[in-house]
């Protein structure tokens, strides 16, 4: 079955940086675009960064020019390097993949204070 497993989170100060990863399986990991989404604690969830089959990447507007996301097909890992951190960043980070229907996993933690 799928399973998606996100780590890297943590407690970081404004402006610092953190590498968040996600770990896929149960699946064919090379032929699916992947996602990173957050949710703040109160707001719902939005997606923060995409990437394709192709590396085609995409991003919110909030974290463009920050945020980097990137794949390993070999390690069948996505990651989302995150700079210069905001406090409104601070959420839980969730991995995604869509194949007929979403499917998450539990989320990282990430607060960004000082």
């Known amino acids: 079955q799928v399973q998606l497993v996100e780590s890297g989170g943590g407690l970081v100060q404004p402006g610092g940086s953190l590498r968040l990863s996600c770990a896929a399986s149960?699946?064919?990991?090379?032929?699916?675009?992947m996602k990173w989404y957050r949710q703040a604690p109160g707001k719902g969830r939005e997606l923060v960064a995409y990437?394709?089959?192709?590396?085609?990447?995409d991003y919110a507007d909030s974290v463009k020019g920050r945020f980097t996301i990137s794949r390993d097909n070999a390690k069948n890992t996505v990651s989302l390097e995150m700079n210069s951190l905001k406090p409104e960043d601070t959420a839980v980070y969730y991995c995604?993949?869509?194949?007929?229907?979403?499917?998450w996993g539990k989320g990282t933690l990430v607060t960004v204070s000082s």
């Open positions: 995604n993949v869509w194949r007929n229907v979403d499917y």
């Open positions: 149960g699946f064919i990991f090379s032929i699916y675009a």
């Open positions: 990437i394709t089959t192709t590396n085609s990447t």
